[in-house]
């Protein structure tokens, strides 16, 4: 889980969150199913580095062969699978609205073994 923090300091959204997989991105760590992005980081020997952006269309995710197997997806699959980015909370003045995070969501947590939702 991820958290921002707000004007105010406190962790909450970020304001524009189709920013967020190029965050992530930045930070050599794409989300899960960013087709638009994802082609930015590269490896060499197993280390992550940032390629210079290239006017191009959005490409399908490259995943290694463990990661599809554990997904149980086939890499001609892989152009289908969603972006794995979910708000889970929203702060608001009037109080904290939440979401669970949708099905295809879920299958993937399961499919890794990770825990279906997170403390707040």
């Known amino acids: 889980m991820t958290r921002s923090g707000g004007a105010e300091g406190r962790g909450g959204a970020a304001a524009f969150p189709e920013q967020l997989p190029v965050h992530l991105t930045l930070l050599l760590c ?8 994802s082609y930015r980081v ?8 940032l390629l210079p ?38 702060v608001l003045p009037q109080g904290p609205i939440h979401a669970p995070p949708p099905p295809p969501f879920l299958r993937t947590l399961q499919r890794l073994g990770l825990p279906g939702h997170l403390e707040l």
């Open 30 to 37: 794409p989300a899960l199913g960013d087709h638009q992005h």
């Open 53 to 90: 952006p290239e006017p191009a269309e959005p490409r399908t995710q490259v995943l290694d062969e463990a990661l599809l197997q554990r997904l149980g997806l086939s890499p001609q699959q892989l152009r289908r699978l969603p972006l794995h980015i979910h708000l889970q909370e929203l």
């Open 42 to 49: 590269g490896r060499v020997l197993g280390v992550p580095f």
